[in-house]
């Protein structure tokens, strides 16, 4: 299957500080990916969607403000969150839709964001 | 909205023997698509199988099928000579295709242990 590359996969910061977390489809091109949460032992809840090119389209209760989201290439998607603070350590996964195979997202192997 | 229901937080089976996971979901959609992935502990969600809702037949891919029931909006997972390596997270997901959407939703997830 193809391959999404998601990095970092760990990072540590004090609160306040902002962290950019990639998400990059290695062989192939995405126009559409999508940033998930994940919280310990909990499923996985869609924060937004990226399209190259475009706004993102964020679920409800998610500030756009908050988590920015730039999908300024058909091979990249970036996840900046602001001024990070405890609440917001969680696991982060982005994944990617191949445009050949419709319908199925290939996932990064996640962030862990530790706010300090 | 739609939700996916997974009854089984937890779950074993010995090695080289089978065991299905449920999964039932609830929708007013008549085309869909439906997936499992699994979640090893490093993280990485992994495709296992995905289903067509027009289909009838159930999908296979090797030691994993289905057994799709669209009336009863269940869609079991079963896995045949089951091996350590299946031990993971299992996530049943939702999803359809409306405008451009292709919104995953997830179940809680089953946690599949393999003993050997």
């Known amino acids: 299957g193809a391959v999404v590359s998601q990095h970092p996969s760990r990072v540590i910061c004090k609160s306040g500080t902002s962290v950019k977390i990639e998400c990059r489809s290695l062989?192939?091109?995405?126009?559409?990916m999508f940033w998930y949460r994940q919280f310990p032992k909990q499923s996985l809840m869609l924060m937004a969607t990226?399209?190259?090119?475009?706004?993102?389209?964020?679920e409800q209760g998610v500030e756009k403000d908050k988590f920015l989201i730039n999908h300024a290439s058909l091979t990249l998607s970036t996840l900046t969150v602001t001024s990070a603070h405890p609440e917001d350590s969680s696991f982060y996964i982005c994944?990617?839709?191949?445009?050949?195979?419709?319908?199925?997202?290939?996932f990064g192997a996640g962030t862990r964001l530790s706010v300090l | 909205a739609q939700t996916v229901t997974q009854s089984q937080p937890e779950m074993s089976v010995q090695e080289a023997e089978t065991v299905t996971l449920s999964c039932t979901y609830d929708?007013?959609?008549?085309?869909?698509?439906l997936f499992w992935y699994k979640q090893p502990p490093s993280r990485q969600m992994i495709l296992v199988i995905r289903?067509?809702?027009?289909?009838?037949q159930n999908a296979t891919e090797n030691r994993f099928s289905v057994n799709f029931q669209k009336a009863a909006k269940s869609f079991s997972l079963k896995i045949s000579d089951s091996q350590l390596g299946d031990t993971a997270m299992y996530f049943c997901?939702?999803?359809?295709?409306?405008?451009?959407?292709?919104?995953?939703?997830f179940g809680k997830g089953t946690k599949l242990t393999v003993n050997p």
């Open positions: 289903q067509e809702a027009y289909k009838q």
């Open positions: 990226s399209n190259e090119g475009s706004k993102a389209t964020y």
């Open positions: 062989d192939f091109q995405a126009t559409t």
């Open positions: 997901a939702f999803m359809k295709h409306v405008g451009g959407s292709e919104k995953l939703v």
């Open positions: 929708t007013s959609e008549n085309n869909y698509y």
């Open positions: 994944s990617a839709r191949s445009g050949g195979e419709v319908f199925i997202q290939y």
